[in-house]
């Protein structure tokens, strides 16, 4: 990513982390479109989930470097508000991806999941899942961390409307009132605290048979758990991602239904507009009736239910990221 | 009889198993040299520790003056005027000898330099320090802004040595404060403890060095496994029946 | 006067004094005390926290964090610290992971390969700290770092899944079950290194070696032990303990991922905290270590039996470490 | 023989012996070597890093990293160490927004009740530190994860936008341009900060006994020091620069954001050991923090312009921070 | 002339500005003890610590029976068989007395437990640690396994005596070995000193105690300023004669 002083115009990508496949991907994404599409793509990453003052430092510095334009996908969607302010001022074209900044019009454009969308699918299959099933459903809600961060929040408010439970402020995780749930806990997304959240969960209350998780990883680890306690028959696991390996425990049965996103789009697409932007000055449009573009979302089960569209793994297989 | 500057009744200290004072007493005149003298680990420094506050007994009761005080650690003993040399010296390494020389007592700049900005007067205090270090007979000392880490055994004594008899006020209480000094500075030393006497300030002297006990101390307190067991002058015994009684060879003499 | 000293002396030694010399020769007792009182606590709140199945989770949880803190505890009582323990931990997870499935060697020689390369890990920090002579803080830090950015390389970020792995490596997440009570073989390989370590520190002349540089290097130095070799070992038999407990982790997680760890330094230093090491070297041991560890994993698991809040739950741990350390203080103040 | 020790002496005299002189006075030139090559190295790779612009973008990015080493210098010179700093600085950022906000207090009020709620969290630790002697490592982790968690339950998890504030809460984050320089007001407090410490250390007798007191405890005790005192203000003193450090954040943001700094505190220690303060107290000093920070800053910025891949630069960070403390060490060495 | 077991040639140390020790000579010859005579700071403790490898002198040769010898550190000084004593001590505060005893050397149980195992022999140790301390006379010690930093200052030194008596093999170095000792435990050293000499291996004795010197010394280093300025024996010179040479008052006598 060095060829620098090829006259070449400078695109900027920052994502949350490096580490996370998911943004690992969206990086391979945006850079294969760079090489289509004749940008010098520079790349950053908060070092950790929520490290704002990265990315600030990582749009001081594209600006000092005197970008086009940049796509970042925000640890803090509103405290990064005035340092893409500042980068307007340099005339350059911001894109959010994956999460919306706050205000969302702060950014020219947002690409991303709907991640309230992603959430609704799987709750609105796993109501059909136990409305067939005839069972009642208790439910564990594994959230990501305590900060009621915006993906958070929205996939999981999502599956609970989805499922039919009364959401009450529709931004704040662990306001509802409903019995069905047994109880949240935080599970960093990783195996390890989503395996810890999901025991001391069983411990509170071993009647759960429905589990949210935020992400893979988390249904991964909390899979190992309920295998652990003997109950990973009887209980059905739902999650958000489409990573691969989350795919392959979708076909393997560990995970009952996930909701598929598509990081390499999201970067192709913010690509594409930057270098448009770059020759022509035009910026992208949002998608109709939606205050960013929609990049799609997709929900991947091998128990398909009745009025819920969906796709097989082995279609999963072909199209998860990572 | 006089009343006693200090005067310590019935004090006792235990660590676990351990006692290292039991049930101990001492009196000290005024303008006196009181020398104590005792076995290793018959609990002097234990006993000087509880007079200066750095440690609490467990019982006993201490008088200044005739009132009792009742020390919780060494600034309030050193508020009331007692000023003490610990064998381990108490020194910051890190620091130089001025600063250690002055630890807690600083010197500001006069001016508002000194009362507004608090800034110390370092060029006075190292006069100060090189004065007492060389009166003390330190000479081979080539830079006085050595920390005190760097410095030989005996020099490091000498800077806490300097230190109590520059500030003592009441008190002045040493605990082997020639024990790694050369014959000149130890006598350098014994010098400056006659000198204190003489401003009219009771002297406390721990030493094992017997002709140095003698040549100076008015009276000496043998202290045996945790007890005084006698008060002797240099006048009524001799220096092997102070060792004698001391290491238990000798019966000590009846009670004064 | 007399009377008083007589009857003082006396008090104390039919209570206070007592407890401070079983207390003196114990200063593990302060941390078990503090762990009996939480459990006893958790229990009267919810009483199922008291059962087997939720015991046996409790140490399944501590499992992994324990091991690293084994380690963790040998480099503090020389008066060191490692940031880098769950760094190596993960590599070692990921490497062993990838050898034995990607790389297709068979799981003992990837296990063996895994623990030589945290044993690796280990004897860069020692080397770093006992011939470049740099801090402790300062040399883990950096491999921190440069560990964990290797790990992202090596692994492209992505999960090894456990299905895919030999049985062996995932072998230390079974579990014997005796009654309800579930230990995993981790559990009993971390126990039995408590053991060893306990044994080796307290009857071996590396033990002594070890305390006495940690207590005051440069009188071990002049009192002819070779500091810089009783350093090296230790490191890099931390080094080879966090490879031991990335392999507990692949068993725990039934997969190796490269996201996970990040609090494990801090979490590994407040067990060893908790459990009575000075981090200024020389004082302490393992068994309070592992205390240590089993005091913050019965905080974590009871809390959250006990119905508290996800954003309580860190202010509860948090007031929950004080009220614990400054009993266990309260507990061994000996009035100096 | 006398020869040769003639000739050996006089060689040392020369060069190395001189050199030494001058390091040994002082202290600080090592981490200033460090931070010259570093930038020399830099500009060579990059031009463009040499450029007032990008020299002042470093300034900015090093100010709230620099403002609360400043304080953990302090509570390191102690012998202590501060993991509530970050929690700190951004509790105060939050709260001194949320008065200035939705409270509606005037601004100046507001500045004063965050650096007031700043000063007593620094107390909190001070009193623990001090009047329970619990060890400080301890007590910040426990105060760290209070810290946050009521920070999450305070702010509702939100932030505060910067437009939302009165403009005295993100004046911080306005510059004053010097050519191509832009030199914030934010980076003037640190600086400021930073002379009247170094003055406080060394030319006040509070300096001094903050030395004594981090040398060795007991020694200062018995020398006549409170150190208890002493130790409060320390992490009084440490507080209050904490809550001035969450201002500069807020200018720098131009939000208050309950979500950063999760970092900080790690970045913190680190530029005070890069400065050369010792972890075990009673050596180093602020101007060598100030330095140590500016490394830090520099590798970052330096490494980005050389367009060196994220993913390596974890890599690179680690091993620049290895070869500069090596230099230092290399550089400071005393034949002892 | 019979080669010195030890011998030291022109060594210098340097810290900074300040010169430790400036060309100094040493001889110690086979089974004689040798005492090191000087003010505070003449350099004694900086040279014993070239002779023992705890620092490593800027320039000079060291022989070992007319070897030369490059010792980097103390542990090689210690396989040669020099074992020292510190004006420090060099103890681990944490360690109890039987451990610091034995620390470096420690036994094994016999068997299969101390071969394979590698266990400690800890009662061994401790009887022997009890043995070696009543032999220096320190009666007062009330507990074995008390942890070194809680004793007496006088205790403390004893550990570090007990230890290079029993363990040297070559020449032993003592550096103000009795500073801090009572004077029976003081004088029991000095039997000690004999001992090991009647076992056939010199000693080096740094003291500032003239009368323990010209008690037990065959000849005495007298150093001044970092250099060896004359060697006299108690024969030769008075006690004032020497202390005038080491002062500077007295010139020193024509080099032998
Ligand atoms: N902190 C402590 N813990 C346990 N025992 C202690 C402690 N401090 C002192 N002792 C014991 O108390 C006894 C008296 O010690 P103290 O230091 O008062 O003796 P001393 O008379 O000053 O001896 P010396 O002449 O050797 O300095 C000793 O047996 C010592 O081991
Ligand atoms: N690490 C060091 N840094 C600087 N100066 C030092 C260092 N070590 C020793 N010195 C200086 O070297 C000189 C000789 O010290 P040394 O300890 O050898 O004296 P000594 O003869 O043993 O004195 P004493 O009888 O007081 O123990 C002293 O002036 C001392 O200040
Ligand atoms: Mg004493
Ligand atoms: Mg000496």
Redesign the interface.
């Known amino acids: 990513a060095c060829n620098r002083g090829t006259g070449e115009p400078v695109v900027g990508l920052i994502t949350k982390t490096d580490t996370n496949p998911f943004f690992v991907t969206m990086k391979v994404g945006a850079q294969s479109a760079a090489a289509t599409a004749g940008v010098d793509l520079q790349t950053f990453a908060g070092k950790v989930d929520g490290d704002n003052e990265a990315q600030v430092l990582a749009i001081e510095n594209l600006i000092s470097f005197g970008a086009v334009g940049f796509m970042i996908t925000p640890n803090d969607s509103k405290a990064i508000v005035p340092a893409i302010d500042r980068a307007h001022e340099a005339g350059m074209l911001v894109i959010a991806l994956d999460t919306p900044v706050e205000p969302a019009e702060a950014a020219d454009a947002t690409f991303a999941t709907d991640n309230y969308e992603a959430g609704r699918l799987i709750g609105q299959w796993a109501k059909a899942k136990f409305a067939t099933e005839g069972k009642d459903a208790r439910i564990a809600m594994l959230d990501l961390n305590a900060n009621q961060v915006s993906v958070d929040v929205q996939r999981d408010q999502g599956f609970l409307e989805g499922f039919g439970i009364d959401v009450a402020d529709k931004g704040r995780i662990g306001d509802e009132s409903d019995p069905r749930i047994a109880g949240h806990d935080v599970t960093d997304g990783n195996e390890e605290g989503g395996r810890t959240a999901m025991e001391n969960l069983l411990q509170k209350d071993p009647s759960i048979n429905l589990v949210y998780t935020i992400n893979e990883p988390a249904a991964a680890g909390a899979y190992q758990a309920l295998k652990a306690a003997g109950r990973e028959r009887e209980v059905t696991i739902v999650s958000v991602d489409g990573g691969c390996p989350g795919v392959d425990n979708v076909a393997g049965g560990v995970i009952g239904a996930t909701s598929m996103q598509f990081p390499i789009k999201m970067a192709e697409l913010g690509v594409a507009a930057i270098a448009e932007y770059a020759k022509t000055g035009v910026k992208p449009q949002n998608t109709a009736g939606k205050d960013f573009v929609d990049t799609g979302v997709q929900l991947i089960t091998d128990q398909p239910q009745a009025g819920v569209e969906a796709k097989d793994s082995a279609w999963g297989k072909q199209n998860c990221w990572g | 009889m006089t009343t006693p500057v200090l005067q310590a009744?019935?004090l006792?200290k235990?660590?676990?198993?351990?006692?290292a004072i039991d049930?101990s007493d001492l009196e000290l005149l005024p303008g006196e040299i009181l020398a104590v003298i005792?076995?290793?680990?018959?609990g002097k420094?234990s006993l000087i520790k509880a007079l200066s506050g750095?440690?609490?007994p467990?019982?006993?009761?201490i008088l200044l003056d005739g009132r009792p005080v009742h020390f919780r650690?060494?600034?309030e003993a050193?508020a009331a005027g007692i000023e003490?040399v610990?064998?381990?010296?108490?020194?910051?390494?890190?620091?130089d000898i001025a600063?250690?020389l002055f630890?807690?007592?600083?010197q500001?700049r006069p001016g508002p330099l000194g009362s507004i900005?608090?800034?110390?007067d370092?060029k006075r205090m190292r006069e100060e320090a090189a004065r007492h270090m060389s009166e003390l007979g330190?000479?081979?000392?080539?830079?006085i802004g050595?920390p005190v880490e760097?410095?030989?055994?005996?020099?490091r004594q000498?800077v806490a040595v300097a230190?109590s008899a520059a500030f003592g006020s009441k008190v002045v209480i040493l605990d082997?404060p020639t024990?790694?000094?050369?014959?000149?500075?130890?006598n350098r030393v014994l010098q400056l403890i006659r000198d204190v006497r003489d401003r009219g300030l009771p002297v406390i002297l721990i030493s094992?060095?017997?002709?140095h006990v003698f040549e100076i101390a008015d009276r000496i307190h043998i202290q045996r496994?945790g007890r005084r067991i006698a008060v002797i002058t240099p006048g009524s015994h001799s220096m092997s029946d102070a060792?004698a009684i001391?290491?238990g060879a000798a019966p000590p003499p009846e009670a004064p | 006067m007399t009377a008083t000293a007589d009857f003082e002396v006396r008090r104390h030694d039919s209570f206070g004094l007592r407890l401070q010399h079983l207390l003196h020769g114990n200063p593990v007792l302060g941390p078990l005390a503090v762990l009996v009182v939480a459990i006893v606590a958790f229990s009267i709140v919810n009483a199922r926290f008291f059962s087997a199945a939720n015991l046996s989770l409790v140490l399944l949880q501590v499992t992994v964090i324990a091991t690293l803190a084994l380690g963790q505890t040998l480099i503090i009582l020389t008066a060191g610290i490692d940031l880098s323990a769950g760094a190596i931990a993960v590599f070692s997870s990921i490497l062993m992971a990838l050898f034995a499935t990607d790389a297709g060697v068979p799981a003992p020689l990837a296990l063996l390969l895994g623990f030589a390369c945290g044993t690796a890990m280990g004897a860069i920090n020692g080397f770093l700290v006992t011939r470049i002579k740099l801090p402790p803080f300062i040399v883990t830090l950096g491999t921190l770092t440069i560990f964990f950015s290797l790990n992202s390389v090596v692994s492209n970020s992505e999960t090894v899944r456990g299905a895919d792995m030999p049985g062996l490596m995932t072998w230390t997440g079974e579990a014997i079950p005796i009654g309800d009570f579930r230990l995993s073989y981790g559990s009993i390989i971390m126990l039995l290194l408590f053991g060893f370590f306990a044994y080796a520190l307290s009857w071996t002349a590396w033990g002594k070696h070890v305390y006495a540089t940690g207590d005051d290097v440069e009188a071990a130095r002049l009192a002819g032990i070779r500091t810089g070799r009783v350093l090296f070992s230790v490191y890099t038999t931390a080094g080879l303990l966090y490879a031991v407990a990335g392999w507990i982790l692949i068993g725990r997680l039934a997969s190796a991922s490269p996201n996970v760890g990040t609090e494990y330094n801090l979490d590994s230093i407040t067990a060893v905290v908790l459990g009575g090491t000075s981090l200024f070297g020389g004082r302490g041991g393992v068994i309070g270590t592992l205390i240590g560890a089993l005091i913050v994993g019965v905080f974590r698991n009871g809390l959250q039996l006990a119905g508290v809040e996800v954003v309580w739950q860190g202010f509860a741990i948090g007031l929950l470490v004080l009220i614990a350390v400054s009993l266990d203080q309260w507990i061994r103040k000996v009035r100096s």
Do not use: C
Request: aromatic letters at 4%; hydrophobic letters at 35%.
């Open positions: 009744k019935g006792t235990r660590y676990g198993r351990v006692v049930g005792g076995d290793n680990g018959a420094s750095a440690l609490v467990d019982s006993g009761e650690n060494p600034m050193r003490t610990y064998q381990t010296l108490a020194v910051a390494p890190g620091l600063d250690n630890l807690g007592r600083e500001r900005f608090r800034m110390l370092r330190v000479a081979t000392l080539q830079n050595q760097s410095l030989s055994g005996g020099q000498a230190r082997e024990a790694a000094l050369g014959v000149k500075e130890g094992h060095n017997m002709p496994l060792v001391m290491t």
